[in-house]
């Protein structure tokens, strides 16, 4: 049981350039979420997924675009890397008693 | 408009005394709180919570205390270990399930440090 993950742990990405970071989770959960936490700032919830097929924004979604494809995962895509953009992501599903389990994170430096 | 407030960005405390972190929140729709742990290069990991119906939760050395007509809530650790070193997240719901809403308002973190 691996909980939540996410690939890539780190990368680094010139202005500009897209990329796509993935995340799974094999606790059957319905809900899952995108934050990114930058120094000073806590975590801020980006994009967020009631189930399968289905996005909603949250509080910082612009230059972010998500899916949910299939239950067990929930992508973020970055279409043109901007430096205001280079932070930590982490991914999140919401579980039994109202918790959200977090995954290790990602780090993403935009040059 | 920050909704869920920690207004000490950092902490420092002896091993074996008390750790008091504090939380204000300005939504008077809030009835759910949480407090996550975060150590570097991890992502955060649940801690205890507490419901508006309640104004204390215990497990083991983490309390939590809710003043719901201050709209605050702190977490108490005793007694603090160099292991309890990390970032301390409040986090704040207006009802995952009952009003539809799933979302969670984190604060900014305190970085607690024991020392040994």
């Known amino acids: 049981n691996a909980g939540v993950t996410q690939t890539p742990k780190f990368r680094v990405l010139k202005t500009g350039q897209s990329m796509t970071l993935l995340c799974a989770q094999d606790m059957n959960h319905e809900y899952m979420y995108w934050y990114r936490q930058d120094p000073g700032m806590g975590l801020r919830l980006i994009h967020y997924s009631v189930g399968e097929g289905t996005t909603a924004k949250g509080e910082v979604p612009d230059g972010y675009n998500v899916s949910r494809l299939k239950k067990q995962n929930f992508l973020l895509g970055l279409e043109s890397a901007a430096p205001s953009q280079t932070s930590v992501y982490f991914c999140a599903t919401l579980g039994y008693g109202e918790t959200q389990y977090f995954g290790p994170g990602t780090r993403l430096l935009v040059l | 408009d920050q909704q869920v407030k920690q207004n000490s960005p950092s902490l420092s405390v002896q091993e074996g005394r008390i750790s008091i972190l504090n939380c204000d929140y300005t939504n008077s729709m809030f009835d759910y709180f949480l407090w996550y742990k975060k150590y570097p290069a991890e992502g955060p990991t649940f801690l205890i919570s507490?419901?508006?119906?309640?104004d204390k939760n215990e497990d083991g050395r983490f309390t939590v205390f809710l003043n719901k007509s201050a709209k605050h809530l702190s977490l108490h650790i005793v007694p603090s270990q160099p292991g309890d070193s990390a970032v301390y997240f409040c986090a704040a719901s207006d009802g995952f399930f009952s009003s539809g809403s799933e979302k969670l308002v984190f604060g900014k973190g305190t970085k607690l440090t024991v020392n040994p």
């Open positions: 507490i419901s508006s119906i309640k």
